[in-house]
């Protein structure tokens, strides 16, 4: 099983679109996680952080289940400026040494 | 504030030939990554400092691959002898280095970008 897997892309979507991305990671003992955002061409962002309770951030909300070792990232409304590739993000225990998964891309259009 | 710099931005160089990537982190940051990021893949990370000693470089081929921050500050990244696989994006990130019980953000440099021939 890879460390950190996510959904093959690319995504499609028209705007205003909701969309989700889903994300599973191997390492029980991980305990912080990220999505990152990558435009392209452009280094990561970091777009949010994932809590255990659910958090969200205006029209993003990241959710996440320790007990599946799994992560998802909600996007409502899409905009076209939300184009960019999604990067899911697994902090290893220790040393905040970060690995990322393949990152899924989203396309919105008009 | 300004950014993590990275220098150069694009090299093209052909396969057995060294090349070398530089790295200033953001001021005050006392951790340093360099990442590999081959095209549709995540980036990977190669080797992580600590002010001026090395924290991980399990994923860093050190046969061919050397880093280091001698003033705890700068870092340069040296491939030697390149080979056609090693065409990648080079990510520099720094973050500022609290300590295990803090999650921090890192931030990322702009790349420098690695064809070789």
């Known amino acids: 099983r890879k460390e950190v897997e996510q959904d093959p892309g690319p995504f499609n979507v028209p705007e205003g679109a909701t969309v989700a991305f889903n994300c599973t990671y191997s390492?029980?003992?991980?305990?912080?996680f990220f999505w990152y955002r990558q435009d392209c061409r452009k280094e990561p962002k970091l777009l949010m952080s994932?809590?255990?309770s659910g958090n969200e951030d205006g029209r993003f909300t990241a959710q996440l289940n320790r007990a599946s070792q799994y992560i998802s990232l909600l996007i409502r409304d899409s905009k076209l400026s939300d184009s960019a590739t999604y990067l899911c993000?697994?902090?290893?225990?220790?040393?905040?040494?970060?690995?990322f998964g393949k990152g899924t891309m989203l396309l919105v259009s008009p | 504030e300004a950014g993590v710099a990275q220098s150069p931005r694009y090299k093209i160089i052909e396969k057995r030939q060294s090349v070398a990537f530089w790295c200033n982190p953001i001021?005050?940051?006392?951790?340093l990554y360099w990442y590999q990021q081959i095209l549709g893949q995540g980036p990977k990370l190669l080797i992580q400092?600590?002010?001026?000693?090395?924290?991980?470089d399990s994923q860093l081929p050190k046969d061919r691959f050397s880093a280091e921050r001698l003033k705890g500050v700068d870092s340069t990244l040296k491939i030697q002898p390149a080979k056609l696989e090693d065409s990648a994006v080079y990510l520099c990130?720094?973050?500022?280095?609290?300590?295990?019980?803090?999650?921090?953000?890192?931030?990322f440099g702009p790349g420098t970008r690695l064809l070789v021939l």
């Open positions: 990130a720094s973050s500022p280095g609290l300590g295990r019980r803090y999650q921090e953000t890192q931030y």
């Open positions: 390492n029980s003992a991980s305990q912080s």
């Open positions: 994932v809590y255990s």
């Open positions: 993000v697994v902090e290893n225990s220790g040393y905040s040494t970060l690995t």
């Open positions: 001021s005050g940051h006392a951790t």
């Open positions: 400092f600590q002010n001026n000693g090395v924290v991980d």
